[in-house]
């Protein structure tokens, strides 16, 4: 009795994967292909014609992407496939545990990547650290995080490491972002004089967002075995694509008038 219901159900498995339904498979997962590439090349239209909103359309993006694959999966599954229910529940319970012990880090992964999705520590569009990497995160897809560093290189990181470990956003969903600028100083320069320099050049720079506080903090720290006084300047930036732009744009000017004032510097 068993071997006859072991035949039938061998005999319905193989009856599922015939060419037709093969064939219209391959075709249905070709389409949700398309239609979830059709929909990043649409959000990357809208993107360049409201720069502003990018964040939000990013996000958006990809909802729409977590809900087109687990959708369509389902779909493709249930109405392609059409498992007979006696072979679903005598597959399931075996093919569960041998993709339980398979699958655990990409299982992690997906549920991770839900938690993400829902939770949000960050967005996508953020800038943000993780251990030793800083970038923007590209996207969140089901299994993966793919953060663009500021040297763009893409990289990607399993979802679940995000769920137990320490992550920082820079802006959360914010257009503008605070960048801290250091400057070291001689121990005998005249500190105000150098401060009143760099706010000036803060005030002035086309990549200032002034609608938040520009703050300084100044400590003694040791820099070559010497004694020196750093001046840390906290800014907004507008827009966080301009975030190196700005901070080259303060070290640069403050630099060249430090040098024109007399302002010192620490000797090697």
């Known amino acids: 009795m068993n071997e006859d219901n ?3 159900e061998l005999t319905a498995f193989v009856e599922m994967f015939n060419t037709g339904t093969l064939i219209l498979l391959v075709a249905s997962i070709l389409v949700l292909w398309l239609i ?13 014609r409201f720069p502003t909103r990018r964040f939000f359309i990013m996000q958006l993006s990809t909802l729409m ?3 087109l694959y687990i959708v369509g999966g389902v779909v493709l599954v249930v109405g392609v496939l059409r498992p007979p229910q006696e ?8 093919a569960a545990v041998a993709f339980g012990f398979a699958l655990k880090d990409v299982a992690a992964s997906l549920v991770s990547g839900l938690i993400l999705l829902f939770d949000r520590p960050f967005q996508v569009g953020d800038r943000v650290s993780f251990e030793n990497v800083y970038g923007e995160i590209m996207a969140i897809t089901l299994r993966t995080v793919r ?3 500021l040297d763009d290189n893409i990289v990607t990181i399993p979802n679940s490491r995000f769920i137990t470990d320490v992550v920082a956003s820079g802006n959360l969903g914010a257009m503008d972002m605070m960048v801290v600028t250091e400057f070291h100083l001689a121990l ?3 500190i105000q004089e150098a401060e009143d320099i760099v706010r000036q050049v803060i005030v002035t720079s086309r990549y200032a967002y002034l609608k938040k506080p520009v703050t300084f903090s100044i400590e003694e720290v040791q820099v070559a075995e010497r004694l020196s006084i750093r001046l840390r300047a906290k800014a907004y930036v507008l827009d966080v ?9 303060i070290t640069r000017r403050a630099s060249s008038l430090f040098r024109e004032r007399g302002i010192l510097r620490p000797l090697r």
Do not use: H
């Open 6 to 8: 072991f035949a039938d």
């Open 36 to 48: 979830n590439w059709c929909i990043r090349y649409f959000m990357e239209r809208i993107m360049m």
């Open 65 to 67: 992407s977590f809900t």
């Open 87 to 94: 072979f679903m529940i005598a597959v399931g319970g075996s």
């Open 147 to 149: 953060l663009r560093t």
């Open 188 to 190: 005998d320069a005249d």
């Open 241 to 249: 694509n301009y975030e190196k732009a700005f901070q080259s744009d």
